[in-house]
């Protein structure tokens, strides 16, 4: 969209140009840029919310192992397999998908202040 906005930025799709109407391209592209930008702000915003809230969870939990768990999946968003393999050990993906979802489940709800 930025690249539009310029006007020595051309598209070439080597369709015809219709002459008829009015437009106002720029205007029109710098508006929604602005949005999205707008947009991106808040969205970025929100999720720095939401890490110090997950954050603020899981430095509250107790089980060492599980604190290590919660971090790799919630906060570096790794897969359950990838976070089998940096755990190590004889730990598959499921068993560390059930554990976690059995700490959870003993805390009573996720979103929990306890920590367990």
Not at 53 to 73: G, H, K, P, W
Request: glycine share 10%; net charge negative; aromatic share 6%.
């Amino acid at each position: 969209m930025e690249a539009a906005v310029h006007p020595e930025a051309q598209v070439l799709t080597g369709m015809p140009h219709a002459t008829g109407g009015i437009s106002d391209k720029t205007c029109g592209l710098g508006t929604a840029i602005a949005f999205l930008k707008d947009r991106i702000r808040e969205l970025e915003e929100e999720s720095q919310q939401a890490e110090s809230e997950i954050s603020t969870y899981i430095n509250a939990v107790q089980d060492e192992r599980m604190r290590t768990i919660f971090y790799l999946r919630f906060l570096r968003c790794l897969t359950w397999g990838e976070v089998a393999a940096t755990i190590g050990g004889k730990n598959t993906e499921k068993g560390i998908q059930n554990a976690c979802y059995r700490y959870l489940k003993s805390c009573g709800a996720v979103g929990s202040d306890e920590g367990c």
